[in-house]
């Protein structure tokens, strides 16, 4: 009786030892790897140009563009994953090079895992932009604006320099400060 | 003259006797014309069925709101001698005389059509023996939703009172079937579906006494996405993903088709290597469709083996269009100009180990599942079609072929690469239940085969240097199109798939598409097929029609 038993128990515990054909736990490894496979986006908010071609081609509007304080390049985009299909047109729109600011391709496939969402927030791609990025962003656009704005006056001096015994002769009103001053 | 030229010469008679606006030649098998008055519809239809035509493909309206008029569009078609003529001709806007002649009385496959066409345009077909609305929900009855003043935003606002109102005429039909039906017969109505686990989102009112099937009528429409009204909405490009809805089974023959009318109208020439490329992944999809439909018809005699094998198999096909596009099923493969992405030479790899598996594991399937005793015993004599319904009812693809009717729309009008493609038409005889079954096999392992001479052809191409596999694959689509009109045929898993793609000047997304897709024809059917026969056939005909409610709604 206890012999039987032992030799079911021996015979059922043989196949502990027996690997099992599905070697892969598909939460965390797909079965089929590839390149090209449409998943999470990744969007580079450095290289972003903020031209919009992805929020208009996305058939489902999954996309909305996220204002930034900037004066040029001022949006960036956000994917709503419970809306997006991922039929990364996005992607295949956007013109910058050699990389493409919003990547979908090779993206994560696991994004659902790890339990249920219960914020919709979840199911966003966020664009966390770091505030020392916004700050040099705003120097550098502060520093070429400021730069902008010298040469401008140093051509507008150098023409009235040109021009300037002409314009007094003309009228005597009118003339900007500082083309009086460096008479 | 050849023969061929003597029968559409024919057909040019008959349509220059009558007034028309031009009589032109289109394409190679196809005379587009117009007449002048509305009224002549009925004798030209009439005519042009004494000459062959017997087939109504579909109808199509087509609403000018600038214009104010309404264009309708009839497709005839002569599927043995392959001649096809499109008809126009204009009727006025306004609700109260919008109406036109119908042409069911004499053309049976045009019932559901022009009933489409009544829900979605509100034109009104006199003489149509039962003019109810189709596809769309109650909320939707007497208004005009592919119109293009109709106001989506103003119907949504009320959608709490539309559902309450699509509950209530539930309720009322029940009440009605009630008082109709006699308390103390056996007469009941059934629904089979949408809950039924072979029917999907369809509903079949059974009209019965016992298990006798009296009469069936189908309530359809559970999916509808409006797609026709999606495309309009979206640009050239971004169309694709509504067109590749029609149904995931064979997504990209539907992209196929509408790429090719815009193609048409923008006149862009596409590389030999995207057809050659439409052709590859144009089969597989084919494949993985007529896998599932293969184990829909042994799913509803109640047998999934079938199922879990074909899926086997499937994943093969599937991995190919995944490594290919990114995606299994949902793949947005086809764009106009060519075909989407380029071609690694790994892919191809992966595709020759799907070719092995099926070829390893297709004597097993036939020695099994297609020589089985038990189905041949139940099948063999059930939802016999002849010949004549097919060409009156328009049906199309593997039901057809099954009843031996030689169509094919890669044989017939060759798109892609279809035309270097040796290939001849797979038929059988008695176009019984089984026979459709036996038909989707050998029609997978044609598929196989055209597979193999593309890919072969792609690779000696690639090798000598004529096929650039990363540069070839696109060429630009402008993006504004100039006003104008095509229809482009494929060869769906399905059946044919007829596209009609309507521009405006300057356009930069579809003013309209009309989508006509074969599960429409072939659940139209239903009724005829199962009149008489028990309850228990109704799962295997409706399984052995290899209906998709995605194409059947759209």
């Known amino acids: 009786m206890i012999l039987e038993l032992l030799k079911k128990v021996l015979r059922v515990s043989k196949a502990l030892a027996v690997k099992s054909p599905a070697q892969k736990d598909v939460r965390y490894q797909t079965m089929h790897p590839t390149e090209r496979f449409r998943g999470q986006h990744t969007i580079d908010y450095e290289t972003c140009i903020g031209c919009d071609a992805c929020n208009k081609i996305c058939p489902v509007h999954a996309i909305t563009m996220k204002e930034l304080p900037f004066k040029k390049q001022n949006i960036v985009p956000e994917v709503n994953l419970s809306v997006c299909i991922f039929c990364g047109l996005c992607e295949d729109v956007c013109p910058t090079k050699p990389e493409k600011s919003i990547v979908l391709s090779g993206g994560r496939y696991d994004m659902l895992s790890g339990g249920w969402h219960a914020d919709q927030e979840q199911f966003w791609v966020h664009v966390d932009i770091p505030q020392s990025y916004i700050d040099s962003r705003l120097e550098e656009e502060e520093a070429s604006r400021v730069k902008k704005e010298l040469a401008a006056k140093k051509k507008a001096a150098e023409a009235a320099v040109t021009d300037g015994t002409l314009k007094i002769q003309e009228s005597q009103t009118g003339m900007p400060d500082f083309v009086g001053e460096n008479i | ?55 109504i493909s579909t109808v199509s309206a087509t609403d000018f709101l600038s214009e104010n008029k309404i264009e309708m569009n009839y497709f005839f078609e002569d599927i043995l001698t392959k001649r096809n003529c499109w008809l126009k001709c204009d009727i006025p806007r306004e609700i109260e005389n919008c109406s036109i002649d119908s042409i069911t009385p004499l053309f049976a496959g045009a019932d559901w059509h022009e009933r489409e066409v009544f829900s979605m345009f509100g034109i009104k077909f006199t003489g149509h023996p039962d003019l109810r609305p189709i596809i769309v929900s109650q909320d939707f009855y007497d208004k005009t939703p592919f119109r293009k003043d109709f106001d989506w935003d103003a119907h949504e606002e009320n959608i709490v009172e539309n559902m309450n109102m699509i509950a209530e005429s539930f309720a009322n039909e029940e009440e009605e079937n009630e008082k109709k039906l006699d308390p103390h017969g056996s007469d009941t109505i059934l629904n089979w579906g949408p809950t039924h686990p072979a029917s999907g989102p369809i509903r ?351």
């Open chain 2, 1 to 55: 003259m050849e023969g061929d030229e003597i029968l559409m010469q024919n057909i040019k008679n008959i349509l220059t006797s009558y007034e028309t606006e031009y009589v032109e030649d289109y394409k190679k098998v196809w005379i587009k014309t117009k007449l002048e008055k509305s009224s002549d519809l009925l004798e030209v239809a009439k005519a042009l069925q004494e000459n062959g035509l017997r087939t």
């Open chain 2, 204 to 554: 079949l009112k059974v009209h019965c006494d016992g298990e006798d099937v009296i009469s069936i009528d189908p309530d359809i429409g559970f999916v509808w996405r409006a797609l026709e009204h999606l495309v309009t909405k979206k640009d050239f490009i971004g169309a694709i993903v509504a067109v590749e809805r029609l149904c995931f089974m064979d997504n990209i023959n539907s992209m196929v088709g509408y790429c090719q009318a815009v193609e048409e109208i923008a006149g862009v020439e596409i590389t030999d290597f995207a057809k050659y490329m439409r052709v590859v992944l144009g089969e597989v999809a084919r494949l993985s469709s007529h896998m599932m439909g293969m184990a829909g018809f042994y799913n509803a005699m109640g047998l999934h083996t079938v199922m879990m094998w074909n899926m086997d198999m499937r994943e093969f096909f599937l991995d190919f269009l995944e490594s290919y596009s990114g995606a299994r099923i949902a793949t947005a493969a086809i764009e106009p100009g060519g075909v989407r992405y380029g071609l690694q030479p790994n892919m191809l790899m992966e595709l020759q180990s799907a070719l092995d598996k099926f070829d390893k594991t297709k004597d097993d399937i036939r020695a099994i599942f297609i020589k089985n005793p038990t189905m041949k015993l139940r099948a063999a004599k059930l939802g016999i079609i002849t010949p004549d319904e097919v060409l009156d009812y328009a049906l199309c693809g593997v039901v057809a072929r099954a009843s031996g009717v030689k169509t094919d729309i890669r044989i017939d009008e060759p798109y892609a690469a279809y035309a270097d493609i040796k290939m001849d038409y797979v038929t059988q005889k008695s176009g019984s239940s089984q026979d459709r079954l036996i038909q989707i096999f050998e029609e997978m392992e044609q598929s196989i085969d055209i597979i193999k001479q593309a890919k072969k052809h792609i690779e000696e191409k690639i090798e000598s240097g004529e096929f650039d596999p990363i540069k070839d694959h696109m060429v630009k689509v402008p993006k504004k199109l100039p006003k104008g009109e095509a229809i482009s045929r494929v060869e769906w898993a399905r059946g044919e798939v007829l596209m009609h793609l309507v521009t405006e000047d300057k356009a930069t997304s579809p003013y309209r598409l009309k989508m006509k897709a074969p599960s429409f024809n072939h659940t139209m059917m239903l009724n005829h097929l199962l009149a008489g026969e028990t309850l228990s056939d109704i799962p295997l005909v409706f399984g052995s029609l290899y209906i998709c409610q995605g194409d059947l709604d759209r």
